[in-house]
């Protein structure tokens, strides 16, 4: 079987058989080799069988968040020039006002879920196989845009073809595997570490509407998944809201990004997954470096697959001795691995590549083995008098509080120290803001204490998980100093 939902399920025959007919479709719209179409769809096999089919084209998918909204989605649609729009009914009825301002000169295709997408491809002949080069662009995704607009990172057929094989050979992935995939398909992580590995090895897909912590193990069981793919609060939320132990499955591992030591930890001993921590980003086609099964250490994104690079460099470009922090960079020994540049943005591209190396924008180190150690973004470290502090690390610590459901931690200016430490907290109840800093004595270093902590409803997050910083950095409504707290009841 090639893929499954709670709707239907289809073997790889008629997953490729639907998407060539699809392909031969998408020409009747006069969709052609190159031209950029806008995808929007939920994880349903209508995403997969659309994307295949533009790709059988040469055309190149413009991967949308489903969650974009007025200017951020009409800016995508503008910037990556999209002669069309295919997208899913439900989700067009709820962006019809935003889409029809950029709709002239565009062909707008929609369909009523599978089974309408799937009509009109069987109407139609298949295709003929794609006989392009492995350096043909084939997918636009859209950065996240936190210092300014989005950015639209342009892959090739061969970087994602090439991450498939390293996935599937450093975590062993065999065609009895079953990947579930709860993160939206529109992202690299599921495109890239599920759809792709699958492609190489000819394993099963099982497709979620969203992550769900209630309904995760259910599903698990229900569909029989042997593992799948995460971002990092996916995992603390299973560590944080489960705490019963729970073996009744035949979930064996889990791949992603973001998984701190002690979520780690607790995802092996109370659920018997191994966390298979990686690094990577839409612009190095989707990781470079992983826990394998035979490189494995806690803690870690493992080590470089064969065909990249990965060094630490310093601010001024030149490589620091081991257990050193600075910049991680990559570059390719293979052709065609990485990113072929920013969409109609040559100045970011050549900025991001100076000196032949595409600089990430991470802080990381590596150790004498050559194990990868990710710090987080530079710019998102906070300088607190002189000391380097991750807020991934911090916010860690504050998951495993039992009175916070969320937890976000910013740097804000300080005339003292430079910066300043903010914890943002979602609350299970009301309890005293001191109550933060009994509960991380002993756990992070005192000069990770924060400074101000501030109350919400919920953290701003993109569809992604990605914590969306500048927001909270913004938000000082009802923020407490603890100073002053701390004085008002000394005095």
Same mark, same amino acid.
């Given at each position: 079987?090639?893929?499954?939902?709670?709707?239907?399920?289809?073997?790889?025959?008629?997953?490729?058989?639907?998407?060539?007919?699809?392909?031969?479709?998408?020409? =009747?719209?006069?969709?052609?080799?190159?031209?950029?179409?806008?995808?929007?769809?939920?994880?349903?096999?209508?995403?997969?069988?659309?994307?295949?089919?533009?790709?059988?084209?040469?055309?190149?998918?413009?991967?949308?968040?489903?969650?974009?909204?007025?200017?951020?989605?009409?800016?995508?649609?503008? @910037?990556?020039?999209?002669?069309?729009?295919?997208?899913?009914?439900?989700?067009?009825?709820?962006?019809?006002?935003?889409?029809?301002?950029?709709?002239?000169?565009?062909?707008?295709?929609?369909?009523?879920?599978?089974? %309408?997408?799937?009509?009109?491809?069987?109407?139609?002949?298949?295709?003929?196989?794609?006989?392009?080069?492995?350096?043909?662009?084939?997918?636009?995704?859209?950065?996240? =845009?936190?210092?300014?607009?989005?950015?639209?990172?342009?892959?090739?057929?061969?970087?994602?073809?090439?991450?498939?094989?390293?996935?599937?050979?450093?975590?062993?992935?065999?065609?009895?595997?079953?990947?579930?995939?709860?993160?939206?398909?529109?992202?690299?992580?599921?495109?890239?570490?599920?759809?792709?590995?699958?492609? %190489?090895?000819?394993?099963?897909?099982?497709?979620?509407?969203?992550?769900?912590?209630?309904?995760?193990?259910?599903?698990?069981?229900?569909?029989?998944?042997?593992?799948?793919?995460?971002?990092?609060?996916?995992?603390?939320?299973?560590?944080?809201?489960?705490?019963?132990?729970?073996?009744?499955?035949?979930?064996?591992?889990?791949?992603? #990004?973001?998984?701190?030591?002690?979520?780690?930890?607790?995802? @092996?001993?109370?659920?018997?997954?191994?966390?298979?921590?990686?690094?990577?980003? *839409?612009?190095?086609?989707?990781?470079? *470096?992983?826990?394998?099964?035979?490189?494995?250490?806690?803690?870690?994104?493992?080590?470089?697959?064969?065909?990249?690079?990965?060094?630490?460099?310093?601010?001024?470009?030149?490589?620091?001795?081991?257990?050193?922090?600075?910049?991680?960079?990559?570059?390719?020994? %293979?052709?065609?691995?990485?990113?072929?540049?920013?969409?109609?943005?040559?100045?970011?591209?050549?900025?991001?590549?100076?000196?032949?190396?595409?600089?990430?924008?991470?802080?990381?180190?590596?150790?004498?083995?050559?194990?990868?150690?990710?710090? #987080?973004?530079?710019?998102?470290?906070?300088?607190? #008098?002189?000391?380097?502090?991750?807020?991934?690390?911090?916010?860690?610590?504050?998951?495993?509080?039992?009175?916070?459901?969320?937890?976000?931690?910013?740097?804000?200016?300080?005339?003292?120290?430079?910066?300043?430490?903010?914890?943002?907290?979602?609350?299970?109840?009301?309890? %005293?803001? @001191?109550?933060?800093?009994?509960?991380?004595?002993?756990?992070?270093?005192?000069?990770?204490?924060?400074?101000?902590?501030?109350?919400?409803?919920?953290?701003?997050?993109?569809?992604?998980?990605?914590?969306?910083?500048? @927001?909270?950095?913004?938000?000082?409504?009802?923020?407490?100093?603890?100073?002053?707290?701390?004085?008002?009841?000394?005095?």
């Amino acid at each position: 079987m090639a893929v499954v939902s709670d709707e239907l399920s289809l073997n790889w025959a008629e997953l490729c058989d639907l998407s060539l007919r699809t392909s031969t479709w998408l020409r =009747g719209q006069q969709i052609a080799k190159g031209d950029r179409v806008a995808l929007l769809c939920g994880n349903r096999p209508a995403f997969l069988v659309a994307w295949f089919g533009l790709a059988n084209i040469g055309a190149i998918t413009v991967s949308l968040n489903t969650a974009l909204v007025g200017d951020g989605l009409r800016y995508a649609i503008n @910037q990556s020039d999209a002669k069309a729009i295919l997208i899913e009914r439900a989700i067009y009825d709820t962006m019809r006002a935003d889409i029809e301002p950029v709709l002239a000169g565009r062909t707008l295709l929609v369909f009523d879920g599978d089974e %309408e997408l799937f009509a009109s491809a069987r109407a139609a002949a298949p295709d003929v196989p794609y006989d392009g080069e492995g350096s043909d662009p084939l997918t636009i995704i859209y950065t996240s =845009g936190t210092t300014g607009p989005p950015k639209g990172v342009l892959n090739c057929h061969e970087a994602y073809l090439a991450s498939g094989r390293w996935m599937s050979h450093f975590l062993a992935i065999k065609p009895a595997d079953r990947i579930m995939i709860f993160l939206p398909l529109f992202h690299i992580n599921p495109q890239i570490y599920a759809v792709t590995s699958a492609l %190489e090895v000819g394993c099963t897909l099982v497709l979620r509407p969203k992550f769900s912590v209630s309904n995760f193990f259910d599903d698990a069981r229900r569909f029989g998944c042997t593992m799948f793919t995460y971002v990092g609060t996916v995992l603390a939320m299973l560590a944080s809201r489960l705490h019963e132990a729970d073996f009744d499955h035949k979930l064996t591992r889990c791949v992603g #990004g973001g998984c701190p030591p002690e979520v780690w930890r607790t995802m @092996q001993e109370r659920f018997g997954i191994v966390p298979h921590e990686l690094y990577g980003m *839409t612009e190095v086609g989707g990781w470079v *470096t992983g826990n394998s099964t035979k490189d494995y250490r806690l803690g870690s994104c493992g080590k470089t697959r064969p065909d990249v690079e990965v060094e630490i460099f310093d601010e001024h470009d030149r490589p620091v001795p081991a257990g050193i922090t600075g910049e991680i960079v990559v570059r390719s020994r %293979e052709p065609f691995t990485l990113l072929l540049g920013y969409w109609a943005n040559a100045e970011a591209t050549w900025a991001s590549s100076r000196n032949f190396w595409f600089h990430t924008g991470d802080a990381g180190t590596k150790d004498e083995d050559g194990f990868l150690y990710f710090l #987080g973004r530079l710019k998102e470290i906070i300088r607190r #008098g002189g000391e380097n502090i991750s807020p991934f690390e911090l916010e860690t610590a504050l998951l495993f509080h039992p009175d916070i459901a969320d937890a976000a931690v910013v740097g804000v200016p300080d005339a003292i120290f430079g910066e300043e430490i903010k914890v943002v907290v979602v609350a299970k109840r009301t309890f %005293e803001p @001191q109550e933060i800093l009994v509960f991380l004595k002993g756990r992070v270093p005192a000069y990770m204490f924060p400074r101000y902590v501030q109350f919400v409803s919920a953290i701003p997050k993109t569809e992604t998980q990605k914590i969306q910083r500048r @927001q909270l950095r913004e938000s000082t409504a009802g923020t407490i100093d603890l100073k002053d707290l701390d004085h008002a009841l000394s005095v």
